[in-house]
């Protein structure tokens, strides 16, 4: 832009005390591909020379860089803003801080998207850069908002955008539209963006929304200047937040704005406030106190409906800041910080749990503190993360004393328990090393476990040194020998003002000799290694400068290459090329069988029967099973590999079998040599595969590659010509692959029908036992589909009828066993425990099915196979017509070809269980009909057709 040139873009740079980064900035508007732009630099009366830097930078630019300077201080960004928009020349504004930077092509892009849509207000993705992460790190600015270009008419057609994105330097603005309604910042306060960003966006008639990236925040964590973000432990933060978000919510109830003040208030519940909680175990009573009153005196306003939106976590550390229950809250705080953590010692009453025992008078109270859907009450010891509270904290030359306490939620650690603890001392960089020292007491005291350690860290922890710079300290707590592993959270115990802990790293202690306890951004114990002495800071000052330089850089460099060879190496990309061009090129594993039932998820279905056939033959073969997750529950005499580790990959490339009775990882080629035997899990009421609304919208392409996947069967398994009509066509299967042997995991179910059509008693097995079900109980078995959103997402389960209601109407005479879909999960709550038993982790619902005298199910396969045993079956279709209208459509009308009764409302469900005999008999005809048409093949000998056809030597494949 020459001198004469009017600027079309006005960029107004705020500084204050900045003068080292201001130059980047400016220069990162004056490289802008548009260069019709100009800059107002205004500084805010620092104290060093970024005036005299703003005024340098004008004098080498004239034209083009301006100047401005406020009388005195200000004390925040807004009123350097705002002499920046009145000396603006350009028809449209952006703002930029000092400290970062104008993506290059920023000003075309918002600029261009202002003159096509003619809005007011143009808004694109910010990108947070943190400058000093080792690995890069990023975080773009609520990514969501800005996938796609879009125009709005309102800030109403998008409420999330008024919500979430309050940042006034991501966005251009027209001039004309600021002064036409006197769009100024607040004089004085912190977070000014946030009320200038609320003005704007409802007085503005036009929005665009670009995907491209504009504006990269620089965020520096470490720096010894702090930045608005990083100093929320200072009250005038929070009372400055407060009074801005007093004022929006002025201008939000002027306006009418009721949907846009609810979704705020819970952005505030869930973030702002998120964000000064997590200081305050680290602060005084009186700091905490007063920062209850400033928040009690905001929030006492705000809708019930703002805090049932939230997280259970969220609304507990909300209401016990309103209470000032510091113990209580605190401890919520570490469970917000870390939200697997278990940090309460929790209370069970009236058959619910509840965060704490105190203020259950209050009713209202009593539904926030309730975190029974959180089902603490189900875990045992070793699937939980305790809290551990270190209660002292001591340190000479040799090492430290430590003491903490373990929380016992629930009593998960019985006072009679056998206990054991070790500290490990492990480098936070992966791949290093890990040191452990024995802990000395550990001692039950009821709702905790108190322990003490020394840890002779000087002689035992030996460091490399530079490059193992922090290490994380954990304690690992034995249960009677159930592991779990707890974080130590320091809280308000002081780690100051203790002798010099000395340290012998092994390469060299010129650059490091002392270890200094430090708290993890999640309010852990840590230790970093650091140049204490006067040789090792010299040492490290000289090494740290020669890093700075060209062999510095290159030994960075060097360093991020490794990095990302290690991390490609684990990439799904390299293991799928891997796959394809390296190990099925190894030769075929002869009698090598790879089993898989439920995507690795369970040791179970007509894949475990196989297999166990195989081994009740006594055939000679190599057997692997897939598990996802835990290997618990499969099989010990078979070699077991992680879905989609290298070993998994390798013996999919080698086997001579695949059986499974879903899919194996649908990128994943089958050799031709290989015999891929798909059992499948189901016979089908609901639209499957091509005959999906989901697969008849998807494109050519996809289609094809759905092929693809589905022409990897060798063999298809069906029970019924009913599948062969529905499963076969919709998986597009040729008539060669299909075997009608009925399925194997319901042989036994055939021969349990057997047996008691011949007179023989019904043997409920061992497991009724282990579950606790008395014997004058009949047991009935839940065990309903997944369902799916539009979208094809799963939806979570919700039992549809309230199972308190349910135990207490019918536990005298029935125990209810729930199993969710594979796909869900449920937790119930105590009130109903022994009445009302979550089954689903089992692996096999075959055991279920024997033992239950009765189904409950809705749209689920597990009909086809129930009514094998000729046992009565209720249909509870509370959503039938949207099922089979809405989202899957059906292979048949369910009320005119259902075994039993086909039962919409909740009352019904309970009169048919009220009169199960009734109900027994009257549907007795339907079942052998049915059974006739969906179970032909089922005769109980699946399993051995099938190691006879393709696993005996010598079979024909």
């Known amino acids: 832009m020459s001198e004469n040139t009017e600027p079309v873009v006005s960029v107004v740079v705020i500084v204050y005390n900045d003068a080292e980064r201001l130059p980047t900035a400016v220069q990162s508007v004056l490289d802008q591909t548009l260069r019709s732009v100009e800059v107002v630099i205004v500084d805010d009366h620092s104290p060093d ?32 803003r705002n002499l920046g928009i009145t000396k603006c020349a350009g028809q449209y504004v952006m703002f930029l801080d000092s400290d970062d930077v104008l993506e290059l092509n920023a000003c075309r892009n918002m600029l261009e998207a202002a003159q096509r849509t003619g809005a007011d207000m143009v808004s694109g993705l910010c990108v947070r850069t943190f400058l000093d992460s ?44 600021l002064r036409e309604n006197d769009l100024r910042f607040p004089k004085g306060l912190l977070y000014e963006d946030l009320l ?140 917000l910080i870390n939200r697997s953590k278990v940090s309460s010692t929790l209370t069970e009453r009236d058959g619910r749990v509840y965060w704490c025992a105190e203020h259950l008078d209050d009713p209202r109270a009593r539904e926030i503190l309730d975190v029974t859907e959180l089902g603490y009450h189900t875990h045992t010891v070793d699937a939980m993360l305790l809290r551990n509270a270190l209660t002292s904290y001591g340190q000479d030359a040799k090492g430290v004393r430590l003491s903490g306490r373990i929380t016992n939620p629930l009593g998960v650690i019985p006072p009679g328990a056998k206990l054991s603890a070790e500290l490990r001392f492990k480098a936070r960089r992966k791949s290093l090393q890990e040191f452990a020292f024995p802990v000395r007491e550990v001692e039950h005291h009821g709702d905790f476990v108190d322990w003490s350690a020394d840890a002779e860290l000087a002689s035992r922890l030996r460091p490399l040194g530079f490059i193992d710079a922090v290490w994380d300290v954990r304690l690992v707590l034995t249960v009677d020998g159930k592991k779990t592993t707890t974080r130590l959270t320091v809280g308000d115990t002081p780690l100051e003002g203790h002798e ?46 020669a890093l700075q330089g060209p062999p510095g850089a290159v030994a960075r460099a060097g360093v991020r290459k490794a990095k990302q060879v290690r991390k490609d190496l684990k990439s799904g990309v390299t293991k799928i090329r891997a796959y394809h061009e390296v190990l099925l090129k190894l030769p075929v594993r002869k009698g090598t069988v790879v089993f898989e039932s439920h995507l690795g998820k369970q040791y179970s279905d007509s894949p475990r029967a196989i297999y166990e056939e195989m081994r009740r033959q006594g055939l000679n073969f190599t057997p692997i099973w897939s598990y996802a997750g835990n290997p618990e529950g499969f099989p010990k005499d078979a070699e077991l590999v992680k879905r989609w580790s290298w070993p998994y990959l390798r013996a999919l490339a080698q086997a001579e079998f695949w059986v499974d009775n879903q899919s194996y990882p649908i990128k994943l080629a089958k050799r031709p040599e290989t015999t891929y ?25 996809q289609q094809a590659a759905q092929q693809q996947i589905l022409d990897r069967f060798d063999h298809f398994l069906v ?48 497991l009724a036992e282990e579950l606790g079900i008395p014997a004058d109980r009949r047991v009935l078995l839940y065990a309903p589909t997944f369902r799916s959103t539009a979208d094809g997402k799963v939806q979570k389960f919700e039992p549809p009828f309230d199972v308190e209601e349910f135990a207490d109407r019918f536990g005298d005479r029935y125990v209810l066993l729930m199993r969710s879909h594979y796909l869900n999960s449920v937790v119930l709550p105590p009130s109903v425990r022994g009445r009302v038993i ?36 209720l249909f509870f279709a509370y959503d039938l017509d949207e099922y089979v209208n809405s989202l899957r459509g059906t292979y048949f009308d369910l009320t005119k070809h259902a075994p039993g009764p086909v039962l919409q409302e909740k009352d019904e469900l309970y009169a048919a269980l009220d009169d199960l005999a009734g109900t027994d008999i009257a549907w007795a005809d339907a079942r052998k009909r049915f059974v006739a048409e969906y179970g032909e093949y089922d005769r109980g000998d699946a399993a051995a057709q099938i190691v006879d056809t393709f696993f005996r030597r010598g079979s024909k494949k």
Not at 317 to 333: F, G, H, K, R, S
């Open 500 to 545: 010099r802990l000395r340290s012998r790293p092994r390469l060299t202690r010129l650059i490091s000799d002392t270890l200094v306890p430090e708290i993890s951004a999640k309010g852990h114990l840590a230790f970093q290694l650091v140049a204490a002495g006067a040789v090792s800071r010299r040492s490290r000052k000289a090494i740290d400068q």
């Open 196 to 335: 200038f960003a609320a003005r704007a966006y409802l007085a503005a008639r036009r929005i665009t929304l670009i995907p491209n990236e504009v504006y990269y925040w620089h965020v520096r964590e470490k720096a010894k200047e702090k930045s608005v973000t990083n100093r929320r432990h200072e009250l005038t933060n929070f009372t400055d937040r407060i009074e801005i978000h007093r004022r929006i919510d002025g201008l939000l109830r002027e306006g009418g704005h009721d949907e846009l003040r609810l979704a705020k208030d819970i952005k505030f519940l869930k973030h702002d406030l998120v964000l000064h909680l997590r200081d305050l175990p680290f602060r005084d009573q009186e700091f905490r106190h007063n920062f209850a009153e400033l928040a009690r005196g905001y929030m006492s306003g705000m809708d019930d409906a703002a805090y049932d939106a939230l997280l259970p976590i969220h609304r507990i550390c909300a209401y016990l800041l309103m209470q000032e229950d510091w113990p209580n809250l605190i401890t919520a705080v570490d469970t």
């Open 838 to 873: 979550d089954v689903s982790g089992m692996h096999d619902v075959t055991p279920l099915y024997l033992m239950a005298d009765a189904l409950i199910t809705d749209y689920s396969s597990v009909m086809f196979d129930y009514a094998l045993l000729d046992r009565p079956i």
């Open 49 to 80: 020379r970024s005036f005299e830097v703003a005024q340098e930078l004008a004098a080498a630019h004239p034209g083009r860089v301006r100047a401005y300077q406020l009388p005195e201080n200000s004390g925040a960004g807004g009123e350097p």
């Open 677 to 701: 035997i798909q059992t499948w899990h189901g016979s089908a009421l609901k639209k499957m595969g091509f005959d999906s609304p989901e697969f008849r919208t998807k494109t050519k392409d």
């Open 719 to 766: 029970r019924t010509e009913h599948d062969v009509r529905t499963l076969v066509p919709a998986f597009r299967l040729p008539e060669s692959k299909v075997v009608r042997s009925g399925y194997p995991r319901n042989d036994s179910l055939v021969a349990a029908w057997k047996k008691e059509t011949e007179g023989a008693v019904r043997d409920r097995g061992p």
């Open 134 to 177: 080792r690995n890069g790190k990023i975080d773009k600015w609520y990514e969501w908002l800005y996938r796609s270009t879009r125009t709005l008419e309102s800030v109403h057609e998008l409420p999330d955008l008024f919500v979430f994105d309050t940042l006034s330097t991501n966005k251009c603005y027209r001039l004309d539209f």
